[in-house]
C-alpha cells in the first residue's frame, strides 16, 4: 500500500475526473483484474465509491498509468513504494507519480524546475539523456504536474482532461464524447454523416470510433 494518503480526500470533485475501474481499464489499455487490484492493494486510501464501484481522479489514474510503466522497465513494488515515498516527501505532494518521471530500469528520477533529480538520498542532479521519457502520452502544459492524457498511439486526436466531460474521453479541441460518436457509428450512421453532423474532420471521427473499437 502506498503510503503517501494522508491529505488526501477521497471524494469526487468537479474538474478532478471521475473514472471508475473500467474507464481506468479502457484509458490505459490495462486488464481490468489488473486495476481492481492496484486499487485495492496500492490505492485504497485514494478511491471513493462504494467496493463494487470504486473510481479514481485523474491524478490516480496518472499514477496508474506511471506504475505500470516502471514495473514494465523490471523495476520491482517495493522499489517503486521507496520512491513513491520519496519524491512525494521532497515535493510534498500526495500524488508524485503525477508528475514528469523517468526511468533507466533500475533508478527513478523527477522533473523539477527544468532539472532532473534521482529519487535518492544523495538527490542528485542528471540530465543523462539515456533516460526514456516514457510520459509521452502525458500533457504537463505549463505545470510540473500532468494536466491532460493521450490514450491513443501516435496521435493526440482523443484526449482525457479532466476539466471536460469528468475526465471521458473526447475529440481534442472538443467537449463531444468519443464514445457519442462510436455510439452513432455502431447504431449505422455512416462516418460522413457524423463528420457533418458534429463539424468535424473526417479524420477525428475515425480516431472516435478507432479508440472504442480496441476498447471494446
Known sequence: MLKNANNIQATPKIGEGIFLTTDVSQILGLPYPKVRRWMK???PNYTFGDADNQAVNFKTLIEFY???H???KGLSVKQIEKYHQTIARELNTSYPFA???????KSVWYELLGNLIKADRKQQFDIKPI???FLHKIDFGNSEVAQRFFPLKNTKAIVVDPQRQFGQPIVNGTSIKAETL???YKGGEKTEHI????????SQVKHAIGY???VA
Open 99 to 105: 508528475r514528469s518521471i523517468r526511468t533507466d530500469g
Open 66 to 68: 506511471t506504475f505500470f
Open 195 to 202: 463528420v457533418e453532423l458534429y463539424d468535424l474532420r473526417v
Open 182 to 184: 462510436y455510439i452513432l
Open 70 to 72: 516502471l514495473r514494465d
Open 131 to 133: 533516460l526514456e521519457p
Open 41 to 43: 492493494e496500492y490505492w
Open 212 to 214: 472504442f473499437r480496441n
